[in-house]
């Protein structure tokens, strides 16, 4: 009896890890088959292919349209301006308070803990020169992105964006258009051009 509980169990774990193998293999395994053709274009491995199968995908991917850096930012300009970011309801969007990637000035109320604090808001002109940086009430080192995300579940009460897509890169990218051709100082502090009193 206790033989056969314990075979059993094994069993099972034994085939709970197979299935959690395969099921965990399933998906890269399939996102991999496109890449690796990518791989094997560029790679060593191009040998596997034929040459004229190499030199139809070559001309492939030259004809293919570049992305540009204006046009990133561009999308990440209508991202700041959506009051629908994150899916939040509170009708705002990041330009309710940095409007043109300023500061409209004040403080913005923040609940954390069953406290509400006045946290003033600072301009976004050289803001992305200064991360990453530790930020928030648990001052947890974020890069500029996660700050995005902050701002957005933190004053637009929304979801955060994944940062693996483009989505955010956008957005980011749009936010680091105000700190061009300004100096790198990771951790430097939010610049408050006219702070409140009282507020952090
Ligand atoms: C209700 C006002 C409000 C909205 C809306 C808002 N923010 Fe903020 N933002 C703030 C405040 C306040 C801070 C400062 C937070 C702190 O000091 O902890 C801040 C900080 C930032 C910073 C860091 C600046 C620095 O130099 O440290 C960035 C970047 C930023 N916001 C981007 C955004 C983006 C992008 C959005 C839209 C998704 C957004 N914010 C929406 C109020 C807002």
């Given at each position: 009896m206790k033989k056969t509980l314990l075979f059993m169990m094994l069993g099972g774990v034994s085939l709970l890890g197979i299935s959690a193998c395969s099921s965990m293999g399933g998906q890269p395994a399939m996102a991999e088959s496109g890449g690796s053709e990518m791989s094997m274009d560029m790679?060593?491995?191009?040998?596997?292919?034929p040459p004229a199968k190499v030199k139809m995908m070559m001309k492939m991917m030259m004809s293919m349209k570049p992305d540009t850096l204006s046009a990133g930012i561009k999308r990440g300009e209508k991202l700041f301006y959506n009051?629908?970011?994150?899916?939040?309801?509170?009708?705002?969007?990041?330009?309710?308070?940095?409007e043109g990637g300023g500061t409209v000035g004040g403080a913005a109320q923040m609940k954390w803990k069953g406290m509400t604090m006045k946290v003033n808001i600072p301009t976004?002109?050289?803001?992305?020169?200064?991360?990453p940086k530790p930020m928030g009430p648990m001052k947890a080192l974020v890069d500029l992105e996660s700050m995005n995300n902050m701002c957005i579940m933190t004053f637009l009460k929304g979801r955060p964006i994944n940062k693996n897509t483009q989505q955010s890169i956008d957005l980011a990218a749009y936010v680091t258009s105000f700190s061009?051709?300004?100096?790198?100082?990771?951790g430097k502090e939010k610049t408050v051009p006219r702070p409140v009193p009282g507020a952090m």
């Open positions: 790679g060593a491995d191009s040998y596997l292919m009051e629908k970011l994150g899916g939040n309801t509170s009708r705002k969007s990041c330009g309710t308070c940095h976004l002109k050289g803001a992305a020169a200064h991360f061009k051709g300004k100096r790198l100082e990771p």
